[in-house]
């Protein structure tokens, strides 16, 4: 996915929607900019994958079951965890996992969670 498809994927799963703004110009009907959660009309959504607070905020308010964090868990894992295990030996994987992770990778593990990520594209 690209880092614009994971944007909107990610604002989409925390209750982002298109919207269309009052200072729009009128009869253009076209969705330009996004609502949030609070009702708030932006430009853009955060940028997730590229902003590693935007993006650790994101997992923590998706993540509100055991079987969410357990899924997030294992993805993130994937991607650092055992990066751990082959470069340092045995190192908790967990502790290094979440300390070493970039903003991409937790977008990347968040989306593969929720079974939204999508492989080659």
Not at 44 to 52: K, S, V
Not at 55 to 68: F, G, L, S, Y
Request: charged fraction near 25%.
């Amino acid at each position: 996915m690209s880092a614009d498809e994971i944007r909107v994927a990610i604002a989409e799963a925390l209750g982002w929607t298109r919207a269309i703004s009052p200072l729009q110009a009128r009869g253009d009907n076209v969705p330009r900019h996004w609502k949030g959660p609070k009702g708030v009309i932006v430009n853009h959504t955060p940028n997730f994958p590229g902003d590693l607070n935007a993006a650790k905020d994101a997992a923590v308010k998706i993540c509100d079951t055991e079987k969410k964090i357990g899924d997030f868990n294992y993805h993130l894992h994937q991607a650092c965890g055992l990066k751990a295990f082959r470069e340092y030996g045995n190192t908790d994987r967990t502790e290094f996992a979440n300390n070493t992770a970039s903003a991409l990778d937790i977008c990347t593990a968040l989306l593969k969670a929720l079974g939204i990520w999508k492989e080659g594209e």
